[in-house]
Nanobody
Framework: QVQLVESGGGSVQAGGSLRLSCVASGYTASSFSMGWFRQAPGKEREGVAAIDRDGSTYYADSVKGRFTASKGNGKNTLYLQMNSLKPEDTAMYYC?????????????????????WGQGTQVTVSS
């Protein structure tokens, strides 16, 4: 049974930082493509960042230079370091995992490419 559990969300002022964590169980995370998505009220879920099974890292243009995705040494934890946060970063953030023998590549930001999802952690950035 694959499980993903996010933590680290909270409320910060604009310009602040947060670090989200996603602990994976039930599989070996190093063999999976993993991603971070977010969804604001009334908006579609959007890809934020991903680490592919081959180690490639992808970012949405809106977060490049501010967010960094990484995996823990044990490879079963995914992190999202978020710096210089903006009010428009306010959303529920979700961790996702893709179980496939192929890399997700340029399709990394499609939610449909990921079979497993965490419950989400709320990030609120005030101006």
């Amino acid at each position: 049974q694959v499980q993903l559990v996010e933590s680290g969300g909270g409320s910060v002022q604009a310009g602040g930082s947060l670090r989200l964590s996603c602990v994976a169980s039930g599989y070996t995370a190093s063999s999976f493509s993993m991603g971070w998505f977010r969804q604001a009220p009334g908006k579609e879920r959007e890809g934020v960042a991903a680490i592919d099974r081959d180690g490639s890292t992808y970012y949405a243009d809106s977060v490049k230079g501010r967010f960094t995705a990484s995996k823990g040494n044990g490879k079963n934890t995914l992190y999202l370091q978020m710096n210089s946060l903006k009010p428009e970063d306010t959303a529920m953030y979700y961790c996702a995992a893709r179980a496939s023998s192929t890399a997700v590549g340029s399709s990394w930001y499609y939610p449909s490419k990921y079979a497993y999802w965490g419950q989400g952690t709320q990030v609120t950035v005030s101006s």
